[in-house]
């Protein structure tokens, strides 16, 4: 059972890219998906999440308007597009998700996405030159 992040890579300033998160040994479909990112020297933050039913999702205010979050479950596979990136997105992006908290809405706390998945995917790094 686990989640492996990919699609990382070098872009220059406005480029895209999209991030990849599969699930093996287990069927995704039942479960929220979360995408936190963390740059060197500062805090994990919260990117943006999807839950089962599409109906919730969550994007962090850095994000908005910039990066979206799908799922195919088909491919067993969520999914970030990351459009007009800038330097300040350049950190490594993780996935994540919870066997029980996980079949819930996106939990967020405060404005906040909460980082209490117990499943994460080994990170992919994204870095954005000017």
């Known amino acids: 059972v686990q989640l492996q992040a990919s699609g990382g890579g070098k872009v220059q300033a406005g480029g895209s890219l999209r991030l990849s998160c599969a699930a093996s040994?287990?069927?995704?479909?039942?479960?929220?998906i979360s995408w936190f990112r963390q740059a060197p020297g500062k805090e994990r933050e919260g990117v943006s999440c999807i839950d089962s039913t599409e109906k919730s999702t969550y994007y962090a205010d850095s994000v908005k308007g910039r990066f979206t979050i799908s799922r195919d479950n088909a491919k067993n596979t969520v999914y970030l597009q990351m459009n007009n990136l800038t330097p300040e997105d350049t950190a490594v992006y993780y996935c994540a998700t919870d066997p029980i908290l996980g079949v819930g809405p996106c939990r967020v706390r405060g404005g906040i996405l909460m980082a209490d998945d117990d499943l994460w995917g080994q990170g992919t790094q994204v870095t954005v030159s000017s």
């Open positions: 040994g287990f069927s995704l479909d039942a479960f929220g």
